[in-house]
């Protein structure tokens, strides 16, 4: 499939609504994509602008901005449109269901683009593919990867994953870490001193990052497998946050949040991915996956303070 070329005249105030896909898929939990596309989508409802969408993902730059959209544009979830005349959204609200073959809304058809406009670039499209690839393979032995539209091609899962990948990757390039605003966790009981447990085969790195931990207020456990760390986290008082580290002796880290996101105690526990192996296809897999944030090896510890002050607001 080509991918659908998007236009960015005057972008800031292009509209983009749900087609007939992305009206059955957006609130659809057999689908799986991350927290992040599924609110972007949820927004897309034909009443906000790019400019509004920017103001509501603040923490995507104007070129991810722009390849989310392309994506969604790809998998034919939204197109462009008019803005919704007032009410025309409640009354959408109110409307009873409609099949996936039933059209989403009648919509006056979105303006032509001008005579030799130049469309957007589409942006990383190689990237994506590849990491795509890489992670399609670990996506069928989950079982997470239904809704590949034809034999030989990329799952909509794959594809949407690595976008947000690519994204994060940059985020964290310029920052040292990632958080995602998206995360559903519980919530925090109020000035209650913050226990963080650290998941970490290396002697060394488990003894510096409870420094750290501490210096900053914080209460911390150390489990230095997979084992312990499951242990540590059905004990009480159970932790607020684990610091999950990637490579571990009796498992991965994937593997222990598989588990995690599973395990009815532990599905919403907040879970920071720390590792030195920062590339594209692991962080599209700990995103699948549900992991809150991602903060690489070899870090500084005002990094890691305030990585941990995003995932843990007072």
Known sequence: MQKPT???IDKDSLFYARTALGE?????PKVTMSPAFRRMLRELDGTRSVADLAALFPHLDQEDLQMWISELLHQQMIEPSQPLRPGEQARQREAPAKTPATPARARTPAPTPPAGAAPAPVVAEQEVRQIAEEIQPWLEEL?????????????RTARMAAVEASSTASSMGREGFFMSPDSPRQPLAPGAQRLI???????LQALMVSKILESAGYQVKVARNGAKATAAMTTR????????????PDTDGFTLLKQMRAHPMLQWMRVVMLTSR???????KGVLLGADGY???PFRPETMKMALKQALPE
């Open 6 to 8: 998007l236009f960015f």
């Open 24 to 28: 059955a898929s957006h609130d659809d």
């Open 143 to 155: 079982g997470r990867a239904p809704n590949t539209p034809a034999a030989g091609s990329l799952s």
């Open 197 to 203: 447990l650290v998941v970490e085969d290396d002697e």
């Open 237 to 248: 008082p159970a932790p607020d946050l684990v610091l999950l580290d990637v490579e571990l």
């Open 278 to 284: 920062a590339d594209r296809a692991d962080i599209a």
């Open 295 to 297: 903060l690489t090896k």
